[in-house]
């Protein structure tokens, strides 16, 4: 019973990686932006180089179109 734990383990992992792999490269080639649009990608960044990761913040961040400035109110 415990072989069957461990194979479940060693097999499902890997599995588990890949469709949730596929899964998010399937929702960036449809347009789906989100927060995290890297997906793994993003993830293993911010970890493994986390001055890459902060450059993509900030150049996505200087990028972004400001909110437009709410219209003066009208004088009487």
Known sequence: ???LAVLAAVLGAPALMGALWYWIARENKRGVRRAAAGGLLG???EVFRPATH???QVRKIEHELPAPAPAPKPKR
């Open 54 to 56: 902060q450059a993509h």
């Open 43 to 45: 993830i293993a960044d």
């Open 1 to 3: 019973m415990d072989i």
